[in-house]
């Protein structure tokens, strides 16, 4: 059985930081690219930060980039996003994806980040 599990969401005030763990099983999590999405009320779907399996390539939305980064450790199925500098814009439920073909994906449940004073 395949799972994602993501963890490290809550409540923060502008500027601060959050860091958010995806916890993988039931798949070979070195042959697939880590993705994290995130979907604010109203507003569709957004890939804010990716993670390849070979060469540590990553990849950022231009909204999160110098702010956000997205790290894996193999060794415990582990990805991580951490987020420094947050605003009120990062306000969204954050998903952890897994990917090897778009027809070879999975999803975690989602965490919410709520960014507010």
């Known amino acids: 059985q395949v799972q994602l599990v993501e963890s490290g969401g809550g409540l923060v005030q502008p500027g601060g930081s959050l860091r958010l763990s995806c916890a993988a099983s039931?798949?070979?999590?070195?042959?697939?690219?880590m993705n994290w999405y995130r979907q604010a009320p109203g507003k569709e779907r957004e890939l804010v930060a990716s993670?390849?399996?070979?060469?540590?390539?990553?990849n950022y939305a231009d909204s999160v980039k110098g702010r956000f980064t997205i790290s894996r450790v193999n060794a415990e199925n582990t990805v991580y996003l951490q987020m420094n500098s947050l605003k009120s814009e990062d306000t969204a439920v954050y998903y952890c994806?897994?990917?090897?073909?778009?027809?070879?994906?999975?999803w975690g449940q989602g965490t919410q980040v709520t960014v507010s004073s």
């Open positions: 994806n897994a990917v090897r073909f778009r027809w070879d994906n999975y």
């Open positions: 039931g798949f070979p999590f070195s042959s697939y690219s």
């Open positions: 993670i390849g399996t070979v060469g540590g390539i990553t």
